[in-house]
């Protein structure tokens, strides 16, 4: 069974920098594209940064040239380093994997929580 477990949310002031980071554990053949997501309240759901297996990258408009995603492919974890942080950036943020395993698919971790204050 494949799970993803999420950390590095909090509070930080309008201007701080968080890193978030998601871990995969399981028995998996391989990672393909991982993604982070966010939600804020009343919010859709939206789709913040998304790296792939050979590296490259793409981020939402609204987070370019302060959010960095990158992946450990040897410890199976993601990141996403938050910098130049706004109030509009509160959400709960979401990280995904599209794994070959047992059972293949896309995996979402369970959620956690971004808040900055302004």
């Known amino acids: 069974q494949v799970q993803l477990v999420e950390s590095g949310g909090g509070l930080v002031q309008a201007g701080g920098s968080l890193r978030l980071s998601c871990a995969l554990s399981?028995?998996?053949?391989?990672?393909?594209?991982m993604r982070w997501y966010r939600q804020a309240p009343g919010k859709q759901r939206e789709l913040v940064a998304g790296?792939?297996?050979?590296?490259?990258?793409n981020y939402a408009d609204s987070v370019k040239g302060r959010f960095t995603i990158s992946r450990d492919n040897t410890k199976n974890t993601v990141y996403l380093q938050m910098n130049s942080l706004k109030s509009e950036d509160t959400a709960v943020y979401y990280c995904?994997?599209?794994?070959?395993?047992?059972?293949?698919?896309?995996?979402w971790g369970q959620g956690t929580q971004v808040t900055v204050s302004s």
């Open positions: 790296i792939t297996s050979g590296g490259s990258t």
């Open positions: 995904v994997a599209e794994v070959v395993a047992g059972v293949s698919g896309d995996y």
């Open positions: 399981g028995t998996i053949r391989r990672i393909n594209d």
